[in-house]
């Protein structure tokens, strides 16, 4: 790593990077909104979120309203490296104030993985069921 670089300077560049990949995932798939978050194995914690078709960014990327390893989709994805979830509101335990605020109904949900470790999740919802 160039040590003239801060690591704000970094994490922005890995945001730009990571940011032009999801648009053109976001493009290809065709979908209402595409989420990733980078995920920290040793902390358990979920950082630099990128969310691309969101009503509402400000919420998305309060630091309070993270995924939490522990707990919903985030939870099930980690577990089982995929999840397909046809209609959202059928999930009770799964439909959280971001499926509201953003109007989700379906959504599917992978692990990010390289050199056999999860290093994030990737979230592509959508108005209607899956397809």
Do not use: W
Request: hydrophobic share 40%.
């Amino acid at each position: 790593m160039n040590d003239d670089l801060s690591q704000s300077d970094v994490h922005q560049a890995l945001r730009n990077q990571l940011t032009a990949v999801l648009t053109d995932l976001k493009d290809t798939l065709q979908a209402y909104v595409v989420c990733l978050f980078v995920y920290d194995a040793y902390t358990e914690s979920f950082h630099l979120p990128i969310g691309l078709g969101l009503r509402d960014p400000d919420s998305f990327n309060d630091p309070k309203m993270r995924p939490r390893g522990d707990r919903g989709v985030a939870k099930l994805v980690l577990q089982n490296s995929y999840l397909i979830i046809d209609k959202l509101d059928d999930r009770p335990e799964l439909y959280a104030a971001f499926a509201h605020r953003e109007h989700i109904r379906s959504m599917v949900g992978m692990a990010c993985i390289f050199k056999e470790s999860i290093v994030g999740i990737l979230q592509r919802f959508q108005h209607q069921r899956v397809t």
